[in-house]
């Protein structure tokens, strides 16, 4: 089949068709234009919505991202997904989904630019340049969840010009990394497969399956890197991440620190190093 043209709509109805029955399949939203899929899969859950309703808009007007950024949106270019979760689990065991679904994007990007990596906690980068970022938003009942909506962004054939000026040389699209335009529907059909079979070990077996997987894509461990978060800044090297999707980091003195947020900064850059 050929690609289809890189700025035409999904063709939504091949989707539903390719993952019907599946967890992410039974009812998936789709929109030519909306707020935020995040805000519209919030709105569906509190109206009932189960677990798996997946929302796609070909267009954000008020895309968000981590620590109130925004998310550049533009129509016809990108993947703008999110799905409604309600894992039975305790508030506590809720913080690696976020590390959950890094592992499937970058599992997912990966089959179109293998060199894709994870950098903590939820950037997909290739070759240090964003290319996917997931929002996770958690709404609880005391220590329950009730449910969780994890939103997801790629970049797949948005060009420098999509990008706001600052960020332009620290973004990229899968398009620009393959020099290819990116089949979206293909894109997204692989992404919910990768999604549901990362979700479905971590709900089996929890986040110590996912954590060795999750630490082969990371392109921070071993790196020396400065996070800021909370008004501080910690400097050292990475040593991995902890059982709750904390980063490990080791001081110059060979103490660990465990890190549950923060804003990453790879001290002299992503310089390519031997070993990958
Ligand atoms: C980040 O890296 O800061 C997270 C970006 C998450 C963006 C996605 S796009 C689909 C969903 N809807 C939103 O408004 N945000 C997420």
């Known amino acids: 089949m050929a690609a289809a043209a890189p700025h035409t709509p999904l063709s939504i109805d091949t989707l539903r068709r390719a993952r019907a029955g599946t967890r992410f399949g039974c009812r998936i939203e789709y929109f030519g234009s909306i707020d935020s899929t995040s805000s519209e899969a919030r709105r569906l859950a509190a109206a009932g919505a189960g677990e798996g309703t997946v929302v796609i808009a070909e267009a954000q007007t008020s895309g968000r991202g981590r620590l109130g950024r925004s998310w550049a949106s533009p129509p ?124 479905t070990l971590f709900l089996a077996q929890g986040f110590a399956a996912i954590r060795p997987l999750w630490e082969q894509r990371s392109c921070l461990t071993g790196r020396a890197v400065q996070i800021d978060g909370a008004g501080q800044r910690c400097t050292g090297v990475v040593s991995g991440i902890s059982d709750d999707g904390s980063l490990l980091l080791r001081d110059a003195a060979g103490d660990e620190t465990r890190l549950v947020a923060g804003d990453v900064t790879v001290v002299g850059g992503y310089v390519k190093r031997e070993d990958g």
């Open 76 to 199: 016809l270019r990108n993947l703008y997904l999110s799905i409604v979760l309600r894992p039975q689990i305790a508030v506590a065991e809720a913080a690696p989904l976020t590390l959950v679904a890094g592992l499937a994007v970058v599992e997912a990007v990966s089959d179109w630019a293998p060199q894709a990596a994870i950098k903590w906690p939820n950037d997909i980068v290739i070759d240090g340049r964003k290319v996917a970022g997931i929002l996770t938003e958690m709404d609880a009942d005391e220590d329950r969840v009730r449910c969780v909506i994890l939103g997801i962004g790629v970049n797949l054939n948005a060009v420098p010009e999509d990008f706001p000026e600052e960020l332009r040389d620290k973004a990229t699209s899968l398009r620009a990394a393959t020099g290819q335009p990116i089949d979206r529907t293909a894109f997204a059909e692989r992404l919910l497969v990768c999604v549901d079979a990362r979700y």
